[in-house]
């Protein structure tokens, strides 16, 4: 089992900035794929970002991002921490949603459906 818990949500103004993280704890050696996910009021939940593991220390992470946040938010990986981060810049109302970190023991493409491991998400509220 692997748990996870979201921190750094909060009110922010547009433009302005926030850093997400997810601490993990459990049997974080099986997590292949982190990612971060947001679901805004009447809206399903949509993926944001996620971060694939190198595997060893001879490959970088990759990550892939949403076209909506590409360019403003920054998904990294602390692995010392076994904690992941979302850095959001050029934050906008529309970005307001709670935030979910979630966990894959298998390499897949972060895909909701496919996803082993849920936090209990942060709210971001980001005001005009």
């Known amino acids: 089992q692997v748990q996870l818990v979201e921190s750094g949500g909060g009110l922010v103004q547009a433009g302005g900035s926030l850093r997400l993280a997810c601490a993990a704890s459990g049997s974080i050696f099986s997590i292949n794929v982190m990612g971060w996910y947001r679901q805004a009021p009447g809206l399903q939940r949509e993926l944001v970002a996620t971060?694939?593991?190198?595997?060893?220390?001879?490959?970088?992470?990759?990550?892939y991002y949403a076209d909506s946040v590409k360019g403003r938010f920054t998904a990294a990986r602390d692995s010392a921490e076994h904690t992941v981060y979302l850095q959001m810049n050029s934050l906008k109302p529309e970005d307001t949603a709670v935030y979910y970190c979630?966990?894959?023991?298998?390499?897949?493409?972060?895909?909701?459906?496919?996803?082993?491991?849920w936090g209990k998400g942060t709210l971001v509220t980001v005001s005009s």
């Open positions: 971060i694939t593991t190198g595997g060893s220390t001879n490959y970088a992470d990759s990550t």
């Open positions: 979630a966990a894959d023991r298998k390499v897949r493409s972060g895909a909701i459906k496919d996803m082993d491991y």
